[in-house]
């Protein structure tokens, strides 16, 4: 069984242009991190996750109610490792992965 280990995620630009970012990073559908960042930062992510077949890794801005969730994309990863691009709703995001 092939193992996702999501190492760094980058915020190169943030969605949200008056307040930090609060970031939900999800595979297959289950939260695997959740963490607030500005412009600039990254944070070291350093999950693990056991798949079949293929795992989808989507990224959201979360709006808690008040509106839904900001989607910024989702990418498909079998194998092989790299960065994943997030750049939806005006974001830019860099997120590490490698598959074992």
Known sequence: ?????????KC?????????????LKVNGATVEFTSMDKGEKHSVDQYISFEGKAVVKLYEADYGADDDDFLGAHAVKRGSGVLHFTRDDATYQLTYAVS
Do not use: A, N, S
Request: aromatic share 10%; no cysteine.
């Open 1 to 9: 069984m092939p193992t996702l280990h999501l190492k760094t995620l």
């Open 12 to 24: 190169v630009e943030q969605e949200d242009w008056t307040f930090h970012d609060d970031v939900l």
